[in-house]
Every structure is written in structure tokens, then in C-alpha cells.
């Protein structure tokens, strides 16, 4: 669960700062995607939040540990876990396997789900 402590909005898109087991900014690009999915969130409420990472696999990364598939709207995802025990998803990994490491570059986290809304770019 994340507390959704400050709303950064832009021309058209927004970052979300969270804050579970540790603080992260989020992308929510859900009003350029259709239909604003997320409009409903408001600072100061928890939510459940499935947070896809955006990045290059890079050995200078960061290192997450691979923690199997999950279905995220009409895709299948890989479930990555960060070394402060935090779960994120990212597209498929090749071959990796559960219990398997892999190091990725993070540009940018992105908000995947809310709840059981799921963004519209996995629908």
C-alpha cells in the first residue's frame, strides 16, 4: 500500500510522489493515454499500486531480483522485487527466470494500476 503524498502535474501529464516501505515518484500519463484512469486519487488516501520500471538492463543498474510473471490487464509481466524488498514490473525478460538477478537503469517509474483500475495501455 502507498499514501499518495503530492501531486506534481504538468501540461498533460502528472508524477505521483508515494510513500510505502520507501518514497518514489511515479508517471501517470493516463489523461494523454484516454480516459484519465487515475483521475479518482487524491493526496492523502492509500492505494494498492502496481509501479512499472522504465529503464535499460545495465550492470552499472540497479539490481532487482526477478519474482516471477503476473497478469497486468491483457499482458503478462515480469514481477521484480528491489533490494528494499519492493515489488515493481517491467516487460518481460527474455529468459530470466524466478530467483534470477537482473540490473536495470531506471529512467523513470510508471503507475501501472490503482486498485483494480488497471492503465489503459495494458487493456
Request: overall charge negative; some cysteine.
Amino acid at each position: 500500500m502507498y499514501k499518495l503524498v503530492e501531486i506534481i502535474p504538468y501540461e498533460v501529464t502528472r508524477d505521483l510522489v508515494l510513500e510505502g516501505d520507501k518514497r518514489i515518484t511515479v508517471f501517470d500519463d493516463t489523461d494523454v493515454r484516454g480516459g484519465d484512469a487515475f483521475a479518482f486519487v487524491k493526496v492523502g488516501e492509500q492505494y494498492d499500486c502496481k509501479i512499472g520500471v522504465l529503464g535499460d538492463l545495465d550492470p552499472a543498474g540497479s539490481r532487482f531480483k526477478v519474482a516471477g510473471t503476473a497478469q497486468l490487464g491483457c499482458y503478462q509481466v515480469t514481477r521484480i522485487v528491489d533490494e528494499d524488498g519492493c515489488e515493481f514490473y517491467l516487460e518481460p525478460v527474455g529468459e530470466a527466470v524466478d530467483g534470477d538477478e537482473v540490473w536495470i537503469k531506471v529512467e523513470r517509474y510508471d503507475l501501472l494500476q490503482v486498485n483494480d483500475v488497471v492503465h489503459p495501455g495494458y487493456m
